[in-house]
Each structure stands twice: as structure tokens, then as C-alpha cells.
């Protein structure tokens, strides 16, 4: 099995990286890959703009590896109670090279921020969409107050109901 996992944000110091990185460290005997959106700077999408230089490769790249993979782990930033731009932008210029964007993939889906919702917002509008673009999503969950609940040192969640939580939801890509 092949997991590809990534934050959906551009931040240098993504708190959605540090959580879906620690997540990976739940799956055991499958191959990861993590990929970082800033990789993947695409202009801000137009019809005007995809008319002038076609479908970037980049978004093309993003879907091969969507397609390459087996299951999609995905931490959400949640900028304004919606998708960060770095997000919205890759996910829209893929949507236009292939409307189902996630491909049948098995999904889980996370969020974090600094408040004591967790990004919950974004998160339920990726769950309920998801299915749109092909996805499937097996479990999601979201940490609240990242700081009170994550110990930056040692890169692991400090408060172990929710450290079980979270490996419960990330391994259940494991199972059928």
C-alpha cells in the first residue's frame, strides 16, 4: 500500500505539516510519500489564465501522484474558515484536468489550529465534498488548541486521548 500524504498549506511553519507528519508515523509497512505544497506553485487560477498557457504540469504532476497512490492522508489548514489559497488553487487547476480529482482514493482527513475548534470548519466542508471529486473518506479528525496538545519538541501529541484518537483514524486506511 501506498500512502500519499500532505498539508494542505503553504506555511513554513505549518502547524497541518507537523500534525500529518506525526499521523505517517502511525502506519507501519506501507510505503509513504510526503509531498509539500509550495512545490506545487501554480499562478492563481482563471479561465483566462488556463486559456493563455494550457494545464500547468505541475497540477498534472499532483494528479499522477494522486493516481499513483493508494490512500490520501491530508491535514487542512483552515484560513478563514475555509481552504488555505496554496490548497484551493492546486485542487482547482487539477479539477480542470480531472474533475475527479481524488480518483477513488481511500481518504483520511485531518485539521488543526491554534483554537479550540481545530480548523472543524474546513474539515467538514473537504468531508462533504470529497465524494464529489471521487473521494473516499474513511475517518477524519480534528485536534484543537495545537499548542495546549502537541509538544513542539518532540514532535508527538502530549494528550493521549486524542493520540489515540488520531491513530485510530490514520490506521483505519489499513483496513478494508
Known amino acids: ?24 508515523s502511525f502506519l507501519k509497512g506501507v510505503e509513504i510519500e510526503l509531498l509539500d505544497l509550495n512545490n506545487y506553485e501554480l499562478p492563481l487560477f482563471s479561465e483566462d489564465i488556463e ?8 497540477a498534472k504532476e499532483f494528479l499522477r501522484k494522486i493516481g499513483e497512490s493508494d490512500a490520501l492522508l491530508i491535514s487542512f489548514a483552515e484560513h478563514n474558515g475555509s481552504y488555505s489559497v496554496a490548497y484551493k488553487n492546486i485542487f482547482d487547476w487539477c479539477s480542470r484536468i480531472k474533475p475527479k480529482v481524488f480518483q477513488g482514493k481511500l481518504m483520511v482527513l485531518l485539521s488543526t489550529s491554534p483554537g479550540k475548534r481545530g480548523g472543524s470548519s474546513v474539515l467538514v466542508t473537504a468531508e462533504s465534498t470529497a465524494h464529489r471529486f471521487a473521494g473516499k473518506v474513511k475517518a477524519s479528525l480534528s485536534i484543537p488548541s495545537f499548542e495546549d496538545n502537541f509538544d513542539l519538541e518532540s514532535n508527538t501529541l502530549i494528550n493521549i486521548e486524542l493520540k489515540e484518537q488520531l491513530e485510530r483514524v490514520v490506521t483505519s486506511l489499513l483496513k478494508p
Open 1 to 24: 500500500m501506498k500512502v500519499l500524504a500532505f498539508a494542505a498549506s503553504s506555511s513554513s511553519r505549518s502547524i497541518n505539516k507537523k500534525l500529518v507528519t506525526y499521523a505517517l
Open 51 to 58: 486559456k493563455e498557457i494550457g494545464q500547468p504540469a505541475l
